[in-house]
């Protein structure tokens, strides 16, 4: 049984350019969250998808956004990158109504 | 507004020590939830418990407890006997009823456990 899976596992970036991390829930899972991970620090949460529909946000600028898919897979989108975007990117997912997540590997983004 | 407060940066033990990581929350609600989380250096977030505010009943998994005190706000996690392979980060988090499916995680403690 797949659990979450993210890709890509790295990236780098520039500066001002714009990235889009994914993310698979794992199976029989609906809800998907996002969270940023700074070197050193715990997750902090960006946002959560349920039905296609951002359903919370956390305190993240506008340039952050995302999406929901029919089959509840996810994706993170970040513009106009900054040198302090750089961190780990986790994926969670979960059933509906439920408490505790089950999280991704994580996407490790450097801004250059 | 929720917090959670992990004092603790780093813990250096020498396998088979007992070894207790430290957790204090703040929250108005009356119902929600805590859990810990373990972070091997790949980088998944690993579920290792859940506790809701109602069940102060303290929890052993095999080496794992926990102790759940909510006249102190604290949720204490206890390896016994230690092992290299429980060194990690270990993160403690609040969900509150009333503030949706959010979780704030603590700071994190990073384990050592040398052989």
């Known amino acids: 049984d797949a659990g979450v899976t993210q890709s890509p596992t790295h990236l780098i970036k520039t500066r001002g350019q714009q990235v889009t991390l994914r993310c698979s829930p794992k199976?029989?899972?609906?809800?998907v969250s996002w969270y940023q991970q700074a070197l050193g620090q715990g997750p902090q949460f960006i946002f959560q998808?349920?039905?296609?529909?951002?359903?919370q946000r956390g305190n993240f600028p506008d340039r952050f956004s995302g999406h929901q898919f029919p089959n509840y897979s996810s994706e993170l989108n970040v513009n106009a990158l900054l040198l302090g975007d750089s961190a780990l990117y986790l994926c969670?997912?979960?059933?509906?109504?439920?408490?505790?997540?089950?999280f991704g590997s994580g996407t490790r983004l450097t801004v250059v | 507004a929720q917090k959670v407060t992990q004092a603790q940066t780093e813990i250096s033990v020498v396998e088979k020590e007992d070894v207790t990581l430290d957790c204090v929350y703040e929250?108005?609600?009356?119902?929600?939830?805590l859990f810990w989380y373990k972070q091997p250096p790949s980088g998944e977030l690993v579920f290792l418990i859940r506790?809701?505010?109602?069940?102060?009943q303290n929890e052993i998994s095999g080496r794992y407890s926990w102790n759940f005190q909510k006249s102190t706000s604290s949720f204490n996690f206890t390896i016994t006997a230690s092992q290299v392979v429980d060194s990690a980060v270990y993160f403690c988090?609040?969900?509150?009823?009333?503030?949706?499916?959010?979780?704030?995680f603590g700071a994190g403690t990073r384990l050592f456990v040398k052989a």
């Open positions: 969670a997912s979960s059933f509906p109504g439920k408490y505790g997540y089950t």
């Open positions: 199976s029989g899972h609906d809800t």
């Open positions: 998808y349920y039905e296609e529909e951002e359903r």
């Open positions: 929250t108005r609600d009356t119902t929600y939830y």
């Open positions: 506790r809701n505010s109602f069940d102060e």
């Open positions: 988090a609040l969900s509150e009823a009333t503030g949706g499916f959010k979780t704030i």
